[in-house]
């Protein structure tokens, strides 16, 4: 089955295979607008299932996450924003859930050498959606736990640096979780091409780098 993923901005993805839609880490009106307006939501699109990674501003936003909630969404989030948002499931590293036909997995995703994501306070996701598993990294650095995610078919990769891997730790990352595809995110002042051009050793490795808006299809 085909999966049409699009990039948003920062970390927000949405993700559609099989009449489901899944959103990760919808992101904040002020952050929308310093990173461009990019594509603009259908004001009646509503989510399968929104999944949020952390806490900070940049990956989640209460309107946005209200304008993409349905009578049946689903969200799925850690704890300090799970009990900010009615309804909502809090979920831990280590943790599945099967919700509205989607599988997801968090796992771990935290900083090594850095303060800004503490382990046990964000998570990543694994999804599996027509056929195909999507991984999210969250905010992460380059961690052990990535070396046995398992199979996975589309990698969403932060690159920035700073509050999370850069660029090159990614290269590595990617290459330790072997996915079809990996797309980069979350990249600050980082060029996205530049994970391309590290990642040309290993051509089993797919890199598609897109911008706000702009979807490619997987499957």
């Keep these: 089955m085909t999966t049409d993923i699009t990039w948003l901005g ?3 993805f949405r993700a559609v295979s099989e009449g489901k839609t ?9 952050y929308a607008k310093r990173l461009g307006p990019g594509k603009p939501l259908d004001p009646s699109e509503k989510a399968d299932l929104v999944l949020i990674s952390h806490s900070h501003p940049d990956h989640w ?3 946005t996450v209200r304008s993409l909630t349905g009578p049946n969404t689903s969200i799925v989030a850690p704890h ?3 009990k900010s948002i009615d309804g909502a499931k809090e979920i831990h590293e280590g943790e599945s859930l099967s919700l509205n036909g989607i599988d997801v997995s968090a796992v771990p995703a935290y900083n090594i050498q850095r303060i800004y ?5 964000g998570v990543g996701y694994l999804v599996k959606l027509g056929g195909s598993t999507i991984y999210h990294a969250g905010d992460t650095d380059f961690i052990p736990e990535m070396s046995s995610l398992g199979k996975v078919d589309v990698a969403l990769l932060p690159i920035g640096g700073k509050f999370t891997m850069d660029v090159k730790a990614a290269a590595q990352a990617a290459k330790a979780i072997a996915p ?6 979350h990249n600050l002042d980082t060029d996205l091409s530049e994970i391309a051009k590290l990642l040309a050793d290993t051509p089993s490795i797919r890199v598609v780098v897109l911008k706000p808006g702009e979807t490619f299809k997987y499957g």
Excluded: Y
């Design 117 to 121: 994501h503490p382990k046990g306070k």
């Design 22 to 30: 899944v959103h990760f880490d919808p992101l904040s009106a002020k």
């Design 80 to 82: 300090k924003p799970a």
């Design 10 to 12: 920062q970390s927000w």
């Design 61 to 63: 936003d209460e309107e």
């Design 180 to 185: 079809a595809v990996v797309v980069p995110m």
